[in-house]
């Protein structure tokens, strides 16, 4: 059986980033969400979830913050 990826997009919560990850939802990858919106976030995830990905999290990111970025990468590397 296949190693299930873990798939990052900042940005995916709209545009062409929410297009890649709602991609990587239908390749049922666990998706880890960043962008600026908790509302849009939320809304991708269910989104992503009902399209067939295992696991998808949103995280908040303000990519000007090194905190911010941190939490992201904790998120991506559990």
């Not at 990826?5 to 666990?30: C, H, K, L, M, Y």
Request: net charge negative; charged share 20%; with cysteine.
């Amino acid at each position: 059986m296949a190693e299930t990826q873990t798939v990052v997009v900042i940005g995916g919560t709209s545009g062409i980033g929410r297009a890649i990850v709602e991609r990587f939802a239908q390749e049922r990858a666990n998706l880890v969400i960043a962008g600026r919106d908790q509302g849009r976030g939320v809304a991708v995830v269910q989104t992503c979830l009902a399209a067939g990905a295992p696991e998808a999290v949103f995280i908040e990111v303000n990519v000007e913050r090194p905190d911010s970025v941190e939490a992201l990468a904790a998120a991506a590397n559990r």
